[in-house]
């Protein structure tokens, strides 16, 4: 597998998104601009500062990073290890995260396409998967996609801990369109990447890596889940990984919204009544009778 075939079969995934996806984040610069920050980070010219992670070394500009990072422009600026030595480890994180948050905070790039960083640090390998038929293509495709959300995933509680707000916040509602223009999506036709049946294990790496009091990501995709629970019973197990991380605003989102079911059902059947001689029937009453389900915004 090569980038130009991950290329096609991404524009057909981003073309789908668009379509599903209200309002897909982006974090562009012009093109040159990009282009040219892009270039500053693979050669690594004018470089004043090193991060470090794992075996791979980042050279990397102090005054970018300090017009991006909180975090930087304190250990940077202050009376700190790595204001003298100018270089800085990240633990508790990947070298493709640090790589792809660098990306971002230099040239915009936005989460569209994460392969960019392959090419700017080649040292990053892409992912090899042994095999040559359609199938295996599309089995590569899929784990490809599928890897690069719960990458994101990583860039986003990066982004957080090293005070790069603005990232952190686009990456988060990036992801949930993500999740809501694909994961959740009941496609009329084939799309590569991760389909529902990976939902329990994307919602199982979110819950795992952010912090309980998270709002940006964590609580927004509970409360994803809750407007799609009439969809989320189709993913065996992920049920249960909101109930084990989340329990308590699952169990309270569910209440409140069988609440507004019955509310909605009780508005609807007095309208009806007034067409039928005011005869008032409750939600249980007119689901048993007609056999169907009274459908609610909250899809319950």
Known sequence: MDLDTLSKAREERLKFLGDNVRHPPKLGLSDQSATNARDLLSSGHFSDFTIRCDAVSFPVHKSILWMQSGYFKVITGGPFEESNTNEVTLKDTQPLTVAVLLLMIYSGDDGQNLDRAYEVWPALKLPVYEGTSEEHKNTYLSTHFYDELKTLINVYVLADRLLVSHIANAVARYLLGQMEGVLFADFKRKIFGPGLQALPDILEHIYKVTQ??????????????LRNQHILKKASGAVEVIEQHDGRAWRMGKRSAKLIHE???????????SFTGGIYVTTAEFERTTGKELWTPWGI
Do not use: F, P, Q
Not at 212 to 218: F, P, S
Not at 263 to 273: D, E, I, T, W
């Open 212 to 225: 309980a009091e998270d709002v940006k990501l964590r609580e927004e995709t509970t409360m994803l889940c």
């Open 263 to 273: 509310v909605h059902g009780k508005l609807l059947s007095r309208c009806a009544g």
